[in-house]
């Protein structure tokens, strides 16, 4: 129960009623312009934090509940995929974790970049990647986001600068702030989002990527989705200061409420007006994985199931706003079930729209390997076998 008390918050605060209207459509219901307090408050770290009255608008609280509704069904599926071995590998789901991904989104632009680590299905979809792109990476199928050659670790989409899910741990830390170089090389006035979790934030490389930045005052914004289990590994047993938005020192850093969808979309936008003119800092999101670490851990040897339901119960992202939304009669409940009865068929048509499309041709082993030219030639007397040809 200790652990429950640590990781739980307090309930919804009583929200205010509107305040305003937008001027562009006054008399248009879906514009109406809500102030809404974040459940609990900010905290900083050589920083003063953002307000906690956050403005939102009917829609954009109804587009939450849409969009994190599906991710959380596109990765319940996932999991049902993955015991009918249609998926194969590792496989790491982000339940639970939804309003981070939906929260970043909503304060910043598709021109900014996002970087992450392997749990990375939800952030593609947030990136405007397609529930067919998705599900076909994850099948090894021809139509996925990465031609079927990456699976569930290493989702991609250049188009809207999201450079991928990344396997080694901590990794991508270092090629986040390279990206943010670039961008500050280029004066694109955009920022990088590099997101690791606890696990990863005791590595080596990110505090040396993270000098770098702060010495150069590189548009980058460290993101820590702490969890709070690395793998099976509770935050209090891998790390001595487990106060992570504290871990940059000479870096700003800011805690925020990771289950609460205002507060992240709060805290980016914040934290995006700041690096542009000052060079990094670090977000640590407070959030909670339902799965396991991956579909091999069952997320129940190293905490209890009473923790489990307890967050979800208390801080689950899609019941808060779906709260919000009830309280200010923005919609009803039965709508409200239709649209989630809408999510499931849109993801169950996209699974078998994924489930027929091809696999990859085998001389795409050698594809994307070496330059041009030196890649495959075909061989034999049926041309079925192939060789790689090396400099």
């Known amino acids: 129960m200790a652990a429950l008390r640590r990781l739980s918050s307090p309930s919804i605060p009583p929200l205010r009623r509107i305040v305003s ?17 974040t459940s609990v408050p900010f905290t900083g770290h050589k920083i003063d934090p953002p307000s906690r009255s956050v403005e939102t608008t009917p829609k954009e609280l109804l587009t939450f509940f849409r969009d994190m509704s599906l991710m959380r069904r596109m990765e319940i599926a996932a999991d049902s995929l993955y015991k009918a071995k249609l998926i194969r590998g590792f496989c790491h789901l982000y339940d639970g974790q939804e309003a981070v991904s939906i929260g970043m989104e909503a304060a910043i632009t598709k021109r900014d970049a996002i970087i992450t680590a392997y749990r990375d299905h939800c952030i593609f979809l947030g990136r405007g990647g397609t529930l067919l792109e998705a599900f076909a990476e994850l099948m090894g199928r021809r139509a996925g986001c990465s031609k079927g050659k990456g699976g569930s670790m290493h989702f991609y989409r250049k188009e809207t600068h999201f450079y991928g899910g990344h396997g080694i741990v901590g990794a991508q830390v270092p090629l986040g702030c390279g990206i943010a170089f670039g961008q500050k090389y280029c004066k694109d006035e955009t920022v990088t989002f590099t ?18 930045s702060a010495l150069w005052d590189l548009p980058v914004i ?27 020192d000479y870096v700003p850093g800011l805690k925020v409420d990771g289950m609460d969808v205002l507060a992240v979309k709060q805290a980016c936008k914040f934290a995006k007006e700041h690096v542009l003119k000052n060079g990094p800092m670090i977000l640590e999101m407070d959030t909670y994985r ?15 199931r009473d923790e489990i339901s307890g967050v979800r119960q208390e801080r689950d992202p899609i019941e808060r706003v779906r709260k919000l939304i009830l309280s200010h009669e923005l919609s009803t409940a039965s709508e409200l079930k239709d649209i989630e009865k809408e999510v499931r068929k849109e993801v169950d048509d ?42």
């Not at 997101?195 to 770098?212: H, I, K, R, S, T």
Request: overall charge negative.
């Open 21 to 37: 209207r937008s001027f562009s459509s006054a008399s248009d219901d879906d514009q109406s312009v809500l102030t809404i307090e």
């Open 195 to 212: 997101m690791y979790g606890d696990g990863a934030a005791n590595q080596g490389q990110l505090f040396e990527a993270l000098n770098m």
């Open 222 to 248: 460290l993101v820590c989705e702490n969890n709070h289990y690395g793998m099976g590994t509770a935050e209090w047993r891998a790390a001595k200061s487990p106060a992570y938005y504290k871990r940059g």
């Open 290 to 304: 339902y799965h396991g670490h991956s579909m091999s851990d069952p997320g129940s040897t190293y905490r209890t």
């Open 350 to 391: 996209a699974i078998a729209q994924a489930k027929e499309t091809p696999m990859p041709d085998p001389s795409e082993l050698f594809t994307n390997v070496y330059v041009k030219g030196l890649g495959v030639e075909a061989f034999g007397a049926d041309r079925k076998e192939l060789k790689s040809v090396l400099p």
